[in-house]
């Protein structure tokens, strides 16, 4: 049987979790595969910028979004 590496979550700052994220870490904070988030961010779907070309998640305006439904930006 393989075995898989479990899950860490987000990178914490003194007990509270960061407020920017990377993709994997925004997908395990939205619970959905890393493939499908990085299409939405793609498409525009959600609140997400780059930073040097990669993806970064704001903890703070993704929770807003889902509050909202998860429509829109």
Known sequence: M?????LNPAP????EPFDVMT????????RVHVS??????QQKQMP???????WRF??????????QGGTGQ
């Open 2 to 6: 393989k075995k898989t590496r479990p």
């Open 36 to 41: 499908t988030l990085y299409k939405m961010a």
């Open 23 to 30: 993709l994997r870490e925004a997908a395990l904070y939205l």
């Open 58 to 67: 704001s903890r703070s305006r993704l929770a807003q979004w889902m509050g």
């Open 12 to 15: 914490t700052n003194r007990g």
């Open 48 to 54: 997400v910028t780059r930073v040097r070309g990669q």
